[in-house]
């Protein structure tokens, strides 16, 4: 899968966190499921393990692996941060950048998207209100993604929640990058709630919780992409 591919079509990226349900031997297993449901349903997934499960999570499952978090240094002497060469060489395919759970400075993003596109790696910039969204759009990165940090693991879903955040995000993203790919997250947990944030402009998603914690990932992942299908086939 080209990286190409990634920013240019509908996707949806799951975002492991800390969990223990995806961590470890987990992890492979979780990256597995949802990358059979991508195949089984033609929509473009990834996943965002921990740092330690990188390496096996990309050596065991043919899915674009990103990275949760990279520091904006060059290699050097910064111990207990993590290189962008460092996930690169892990065989990552990109890294999520600003999560709310793992904010950094405007300044810092900004070198932190320069040093990962220098290295080929993809960039999902995490904002949580419509001035920041448009902000980080400002510095170029291949993805922005809405989250409002209050419905962060909630199952309150943003599109419903909070649908002007998504709306009045996606106007003021597209005026100032006409290209970036827009996602949303927070909350979303279900179909109805993944058509509901398409129609209110998003391009694809960055889900946690809904699916990496849930009882039967591979039923809510199938939820998840079925629905995306739905839209674009009504979308035609």
Request: proline share 5%; glycine share 8%; hydrophobic share 45%.
């Amino acid at each position: 899968m080209t990286t190409n591919m990634l920013t240019h079509d509908p996707l949806i990226i799951v975002n492991f966190k800390t969990y223990s349900e995806a961590t470890g031997k987990k992890a492979v297993d979780l990256a597995r499921k949802i990358a059979e449901i991508g195949i089984k349903t033609g929509v473009k997934v990834g996943v965002a393990p921990q740092f330690c499960d990188l390496v096996q999570v990309v050596a065991q499952v043919d899915v674009p692996v990103f990275a949760q978090h990279v520091d904006p240094s060059a290699p050097g002497a910064f111990t207990g941060h993590v290189s962008a060469e460092s996930v690169k060489a892990a065989g990552a395919t990109g890294t999520l950048l600003n999560h709310s759970e793992r904010t950094i400075k405007l300044s810092d993003i900004q070198k932190a998207v320069l040093r990962s596109r220098e290295l080929g790696l993809l960039t999902v910039v995490c904002a949580g209100e419509v001035e920041s969204a448009a902000a980080v759009s400002l510095l170029k990165p291949d993805m922005v993604a809405i989250e409002p940090p209050e419905l962060i693991g909630t199952g309150r879903a943003v599109s419903k929640e909070k649908p002007d955040i998504i709306t009045n995000s996606v106007r003021r993203i597209r005026e100032v990058n006409p290209t970036v790919k827009i996602l949303c997250g927070a909350g979303i947990t279900t179909g109805e709630d993944i058509y509901t944030a398409l129609k209110l402009g998003a391009e694809g998603f960055l889900i946690a919780s809904g699916v990496a914690k849930a009882s039967d990932p591979a039923r809510v992942m199938s939820d998840l992409c079925e629905a995306a299908n739905r839209f674009a086939e009504r979308s035609k």
